[in-house]
């Protein structure tokens, strides 16, 4: 069992798993993010005032819980300061970029090449770490959530426009 504010790293072995941020207080859910069989995805567990997030099988599941601290996202920040990370961000015009997509695109890209960690890796373990990115980014967490949502894993283009919008879930907790 997790604390609140704790967070867990999932490896799914296989099948679909869709992870939402509801307002418990509004029943409203935010999409966030599909897992794919071989991601690693890092789930915050118990209520943060009124967010959770809730993670539900859209296939049969089968996952393996893993430490947090294998979480590729946690290494690249732990191992690139962010002071440094601003600089280089700068340096890289990351501002430039045309679409936030794109920003965070760069920014895995700086932190693969600082962290000498495989990129891909990062995408995998980072997608819920909206807030850290956006503050690295400069922009409004909302933005880095869109642009999060609309992202495509890159060993699977067009798969989560075409599996969001199933509005199902087995309501599974992970």
């Known amino acids: 069992m997790h604390a609140p504010g704790q967070e867990v790293l999932v490896h799914v072995l296989s099948g679909v798993l869709r992870v939402d941020l509801v307002d418990v207080r509004r029943k409203h859910r ?15 567990q118990g209520r943060m005032g009124n967010e959770e997030h809730c993670a539900s099988a859209l296939t049969p599941v089968t996952a393996q ?13 732990q191992a690139v300061p962010q002071t440094l990370m601003r600089r280089h961000a700068e340096a890289m ?14 920014l895995f890209e700086i932190l693969s090449i600082q962290a ?4 891909e890796g990062l995408y995998r373990g980072s ?11 400069g922009v409004a967490p909302e933005s880095v959530s869109r642009a999060v949502r609309d992202m495509r894993p890159p060993h699977a283009p067009g798969l989560v426009s075409s599996l969001s919008a199933h509005q199902g879930g087995l309501g599974m907790q992970a």
């Open 93 to 106: 015009q990351l501002k430039a970029a045309p679409t936030i997509t794109r920003k965070i695109d760069a």
């Open 65 to 77: 819980v893993l430490d947090r601290h294998d979480a590729p996202f946690d290494r690249a920040l």
């Open 116 to 119: 000498g960690i495989p990129a």
């Open 127 to 137: 997608l819920l770490r909206q807030v850290q990115i956006a503050s690295i980014l």
């Open 30 to 44: 935010l999409f966030l993010h599909l897992a794919l069989p071989g991601d690693h995805i890092l789930l915050p």
